[in-house]
């Protein structure tokens, strides 16, 4: 599970055979999310995740939207 970056207690990763369409894994305790970078970041999935922490993790999403994508040509190509 490469780790893209992590902040403010959220974890942000891919697993080694995820699949497109280009998105992300983000763990905050024990809850986790997924969240689509391509184009738009859209929440696709939650489990476990209040409302607020998916609003700070689809912000920081958006936020490095650009190294998400790099990071994972660098890894799935």
Known sequence: ?????TEDGYRFFFY????TPI??????G????VFNVEG???LRESV????????KAESL?????GLIIAKWNEHFN
């Open 1 to 5: 599970m490469p780790t893209v970056f």
């Open 16 to 19: 080694s055979n995820d699949h």
């Open 23 to 28: 998105h992300v894994h983000v763990q905050k």
């Open 30 to 33: 024990s809850g986790e999310a």
């Open 40 to 42: 738009t970041v859209v």
């Open 48 to 55: 476990g995740m209040k409302t607020q922490e998916l609003n």
């Open 61 to 65: 999403a958006l936020e490095n939207q």
